[in-house]
């Protein structure tokens, strides 16, 4: 399922004294089965961005064309575009909202009108891709959870719907290092089996790095970069003058070439970063 932005303009309050252009003619194209990372310091318009890829905001002018089907005209159906496209709010703790972890993770199946058993299957899928345990906490109320917990419990009532196009807003925002860490291992594990589409937003060039095929940057309500990360990461100075700056390992590298250690100009892989350090620092581990 792919998703292309085109010329797409948003502003809220317009004609108000509140005016804001968050959005200003943007140009994006989704294929089917990528990872991408939508990064941009706060208010640059990522939260904007991607609610209208489910049409949840529609644009002010603009085109957003979901699998072919411009989902801006009036005779769209947006729960079909909902059940294909689902999307994983900031803090999206704050809704859950039924009595039972089982209830609000079926919630979007069950208005789907599937039948139980289906409901389910889904419902057990669901949790087990996020690692919560379905004997354990189907009962729980949502708001007996940790923090870590109700994240997965509200990205699994997402998944429940078995979307094409899977879209998490700061998904780890707040979370410690290691719910962090979970949390980011089951969405990549679930794009490399499940083959979906999935946009990443995040504030971290750390987590994005670790993650994603393609980085799109973004800065006051335009898109500033995109590329494949290696070659995002080659702008480092334009990066650093939005506020954000590269992986920390990218600034060892660039020091270690700044005193004369030659690192290929070219490595700017995770992996290849990792063999080449260990080959300067003796060799025996790469
Ligand atoms: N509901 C709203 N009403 C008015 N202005 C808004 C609203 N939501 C966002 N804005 C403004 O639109 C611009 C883009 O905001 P948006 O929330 O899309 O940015 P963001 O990149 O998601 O930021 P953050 O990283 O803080 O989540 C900002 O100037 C913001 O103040
Ligand atoms: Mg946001």
């Known amino acids: ?17 509140f005016e804001t252009m968050a959005l200003e003619d943007v140009n994006l194209e989704i294929e089917k089965g990528e990872f991408v990372g939508l ?3 706060t208010g640059s318009g990522k939260s904007t961005l991607i609610q209208h890829m489910n049409g949840l905001i529609k644009p002010t002018m603009g085109q957003i064309i979901v699998n072919g089907f411009n989902i801006t005209e009036d005779k769209v ?7 294909k496209v689902g999307l994983v709010f900031q803090y999206p703790e704050y809704q859950l909202f039924e009595e039972t972890v089982y209830k609000d993770i079926a919630f979007g199946p069950t208005n789907l009108g ?15 891709i996020v690692s919560l345990d379905f004997e354990e906490y189907k009962e729980k109320s949502p708001f007996e959870l940790s923090g870590g917990q109700k994240r997965r419990a509200a990205i699994a009532g997402v998944l429940a719907m078995e979307p094409e196009v899977l879209i998490l807003d700061e998904p ?16 990549k594990r679930l794009h490399d089996e499940k083959k979906i589409t999935v946009i990443l937003v995040s504030h971290s060039m750390e987590d994005i790095a670790k993650l994603v095929d393609r980085i799109i940057v973004m800065h006051n309500g335009k898109i500033e970069l995109t590329g ?13 003058e939005i506020g954000l700056g590269l992986p920390q390992i990218l ?7 700044a005193k004369g250690i030659p690192i290929d100009e070219n490595v700017i892989a995770f992996d290849a970063i990792k063999s080449e350090i260990l080959k300067l620092v003796g060799g025996k581990h790469a």
């Open 1 to 17: 399922m792919s998703i292309s932005i085109k010329n797409l303009t948003y502003i809220y309050d317009q004609g108000s004294p």
């Open 39 to 41: 990064i941009g310091h």
């Open 77 to 83: 159906k947006l729960s079909e575009i909902r059940k």
């Open 114 to 128: 599937l039948d139980k058993e289906e409901i389910d299957i889904r419902v057990r899928n669901a949790m087990d």
């Open 172 to 187: 780890t925002a707040g979370l410690d290092p290691r719910g962090r860490d979970e949390i980011l291992s089951q969405i």
């Open 228 to 240: 494949p990360k290696e070659e995002v990461f080659k702008h480092s100075k334009r990066l650093e």
């Open 251 to 257: 600034y060892l590298v660039n020091a270690l070439r």
